[in-house]
């Protein structure tokens, strides 16, 4: 198998395991009082300490989660459910993943308030005037995500919350595919925007994940997940220590070597698509062909080819349609819609991520395993 699919999920890291190895002996519950309790909150408090050492944040501003969508909805019900009733209305990006959309309609179905939808350009950047367009004191919420999952584009966050901040209103953005994978992300902006981290996504335990709320925002919000009071009232429930550690121990990797990530990320995209270029019979267009994205992803349209078939034929290569979530279903993917393709041309993109689990010596076998499914899919077809 060569794995392209690290948009979706990753495998744990060797030095992960083994932190979660030695976190079974943890096993106390961290919210008690005895010497076993005491001993796993010290655990969790010092995997929180690190966290926002690496994140630059305060550590009193990480709430602990079972990954990205448990902490969208403490975010985006917190601040919607909370919002005054004059600020009616949510502003979220068109490209957002489900998880987020979702989450913003059932919000606003709750609390009476109404949902706008932000286009993006035909490279899959959010539309920065219709934010400046639409932002009032009438916004409860902006939601836009730092990089795309599907065309990896990089959004300017800088910009968006520069916006939101004129009108005082709170910005989620989803960093869920940012950070660990885009080094020139803006960890100063974590102070001053609500923002998540997935364990999976970066080589971490599934379940495991985390919300960056600011201080300045806590007090504003509605704790949806009451329960035991722990991680500050907004996510009541004994803690997943196992989870926590090994997050700590996937952020700590993931942001060390950012770098040169990046770069081995790069190199084998570049490679990748020239080589499959020219050896695939039919015309290859890039989605989000003019924007920057990040260098793990690739998402690609195979000119007159289903991908749904071209997916099942590929016999080394496994990468995916759209995300995983819409993966399975029938629709075309909302974000490639979102960005002027047409449903035929949705249908007929595939997203290659590249990561840890794949090298540059992949590529070679990669690109034969594609073009021979290119050609198996046309025998059939005629
Ligand atoms: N947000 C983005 C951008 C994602 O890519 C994903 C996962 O695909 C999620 C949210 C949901 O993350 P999790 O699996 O941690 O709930």
Partial sequence: MIYFDHNASTPMLDEVKEEIYRSWTVFG?????????????NEVESARERISELLGTNHQDLIFTSGSTEAISIAIYGIVLAAPMQSNEILVSKIEHKAVIATCYAAAEISGKKVIEIPVTPSGEIDLDFISDKVSKKTAIVCCMSANNETGVIQSTDEI??????????????????????????????????????????????????????????????????????????????????????????????????????????????????????????????????????????????????????????????ASRASACTAGREEPSHVLLAMGLTTREAEQSIRFSFGRACSLEDIPVAVRDVSDAVDRVLLLSR
């Fill in 29 to 41: 519950n961290p919210s008690g009082e005895n010497s076993a309790s005491l001993r796993a909150a």
């Fill in 161 to 318: 919350l520069r916006i939101s901040k004129n009108y005082d209103v709170p910005l989620f953005c989803d960093t869920t595919q940012s950070i660990g994978k885009d080094p020139d992300f803006g960890f100063e902006n974590l102070g001053s925007m609500i923002s998540v981290v997935s364990g999976h996504k970066i080589y971490g335990p599934k379940g495991s994940g985390l919300a960056v709320i600011p201080r300045s925002l806590q007090g504003k919000m509605f704790k949806v997940l009451a329960g035991g009071g722990q991680e500050r009232g907004f996510r009541g429930g004994t803690l997943n220590i196992s989870g926590i550690l090994g997050l700590a121990k996937a952020l700590d990797i993931s942001l060390s070597d950012c770098d040169d990530f990046d770069l081995e990320m790069k190199r084998m995209k570049m490679s990748f698509l020239l080589a499959l270029e020219k050896s695939v019979q039919v015309p290859l267009y890039l989605n989000a062909d003019s924007a920057k994205t990040l260098n793990n992803t690739l998402s690609l349209r195979f000119d007159g080819i289903s991908a749904e078939e071209l997916l099942v034929n590929f016999r080394e290569v496994v």
